[in-house]
């Protein structure tokens, strides 16, 4: 079993800045990447980001390409997201995601998640 924590959500103003951080323990051995999805209230959950465990490789939805960065610290353990030029369509619930198999936009492919945290930007 692999356990996530997300931290490092809250309220910003649009045009501003977070980070959120996810850290991962336990057989964290079988990740092959890490991914963030968020869901705004009434909306599905949708892909962000995604990063592999060793760092070579990342991917973006085409809405956060340019102003969200995903990264992992090797030392220790997380995946973090960088989001910069906040826009109130950012406004969801940011919830941290690992797969054991490829890496990969679609939800339905991530086999652990964490409990999540609110971004919520102004306008």
């Known amino acids: 079993q692999v356990q996530l924590i997300e931290s490092g959500g809250g309220l910003v103003q649009a045009g501003g800045s977070l980070r959120l951080s996810c850290a991962a323990s336990?057989?964290?051995?079988?990740?092959?990447?890490m991914g963030w999805f968020r869901q705004a209230p009434g909306k599905e959950r949708e892909f962000v980001a995604a990063i592999t465990w060793s760092a070579d490789d990342t991917y973006y939805a085409d809405s956060v390409k340019g102003r969200f960065t995903i990264s992992r610290d090797d030392a220790k353990n997380t995946v973090s997201l960088q989001m910069n030029s906040l826009k109130p369509q950012d406004t969801a619930v940011y919830y941290c995601a690992a797969e054991t198999d490829a890496l990969n936009d679609s939800q339905h492919e991530y086999d652990y998640w964490g409990q999540g945290t609110q971004v919520t930007v102004s306008s």
């Open positions: 336990g057989r964290t051995f079988s990740i092959f990447g």
